[in-house]
C-alpha cells in the first residue's frame, strides 16, 4: 500500500491502496516505519508524498473498518493514525504534500502532516467524520486550526465544508496550486530545492519552527535558536557553506 522509490536525496512515497488510497491500520504502520527508515538514511533530505492514481491523494479510512462499532478497532486505529501522521510531521526529512485529487478525512490529516503542500486545480478537500458519526483522530482538529486559524478549522470540521484548491491556497491550507497532472513534479522541484540546503541547517530549522506549534514560550524558543545556530559550528557543513559562497561555488554537503 505503501510505496517508497528513493531517487538521490529525494524520497518519493506512493498511497497506492486502489480505489481511493484507503489508510488501513496495516498500512498505517507500514508508513510509521518507513518513516522511521527515512529518519535514519542520512542521504535522504526530502520527501514528497502523493497519491496513486489521477483521483484520489487519499479518502483517509475505509470506513467499513466502523461499521461494526467494535471499540477495540477503533482504539488500534487512532492509535495508528496518530502514531503515524505525528511521525510525518516530526520527521527529519522535509516532506511535500503532492494532492493529485480528492484528500478526505485521514487523506486530508496526512497532507496536513506534511511541512508543505502542492494541490492540483481539481483537489478536493475535508474532513467530513462528523457527518457519518466519527471525528478526525489523526492529528486533524489539532493541525488545521494551526494552520488555517480556528474559523477556518470550526467550517470545515463543524459544518462539513469542502473546499477547493484555490480556497485551500486563499486560507493557508495549501502553498501552491498546479494544473492537473502537475503537483507532483511540483513537489519534486521544492524537493530538489531542499537537498540543496545544508541538511543540518534545515532540519534544525524545522525543529525551531515547530516549537511555536508546540507552545514553547517566546524566549524560551529564541534561546533554543541562538545554541542551535552555535550547535552548526560543531559541523563541517558550516564551513563548507560560508566558503562555497565566498568562493562561488556549490557547496558538497556532508550532512554533518
Not at 55 to 63: E, N, P, Q, R, V
Not at 115 to 130: C, I, K, N, S
Request: glycine content about 10%; some cysteine.
Amino acid at each position: 500500500m505503501i510505496e517508497c522509490k528513493i531517487d538521490g536525496h529525494v524520497a518519493l512515497i506512493t498511497l497506492n491502496n486502489p480505489s481511493a488510497n484507503t489508510f488501513t491500520a496495516e498500512g498505517l504502520l507500514q508508513l510509521t516505519s518507513l518513516i522511521g527508515e527515512l529518519n535514519r538514511n542520512m542521504e535522504v533530505y526530502a520527501a514528497v508524498v502523493t497519491g496513486h492514481g489521477e483521483k484520489f491523494f487519499s479518502a483517509g479510512a475505509d470506513l467499513k473498518t466502523f461499521a461494526d462499532g467494535d471499540k477495540a478497532q477503533a482504539r488500534l486505529m487512532a492509535q495508528r493514525f496518530g502514531a503515524a501522521f505525528e511521525a510525518l510531521q516530526e520527521s527529519r526529512p522535509v516532506v511535500i504534500a503532492a494532492i493529485n485529487g480528492y484528500a478526505m478525512g485521514g487523506g486530508l490529516e496526512c497532507a496536513l502532516s506534511c511541512d508543505l503542500r502542492v494541490a492540483e486545480e481539481h483537489a478536493q478537500m475535508a474532513l467530513p467524520e462528523p457527518s457519518v458519526g466519527l471525528l478526525p483522530a489523526g492529528c486533524g482538529t489539532q493541525t488545521l486550526p494551526w494552520l488555517v486559524g480556528e474559523g477556518w478549522a470550526k467550517r470545515m470540521i463543524l459544518t462539513n465544508e469542502r473546499i477547493d484548491a484555490e480556497t485551500a491556497l486563499r486560507i493557508g491550507l495549501v502553498e501552491q496550486v498546479t494544473p492537473r497532472g502537475q503537483s507532483l513534479s511540483t513537489a519534486l522541484q521544492i524537493a530538489e530545492r531542499v537537498s540543496t540546503l545544508s541538511p543540518r541547517a534545515v532540519t534544525f530549522s524545522k525543529g525551531l519552527i515547530h516549537q511555536a506549534r508546540q507552545g514553547t514560550p517566546r524566549a524560551a524558543a529564541l534561546a533554543l535558536e541562538r545554541e542551535r545556530f552555535v550547535d552548526l559550528f560543531d559541523g563541517e557543513d558550516q564551513k563548507e557553506g560560508v566558503n562555497a559562497f565566498l568562493g562561488k561555488r556549490k557547496p558538497v554537503w556532508k550532512n554533518a
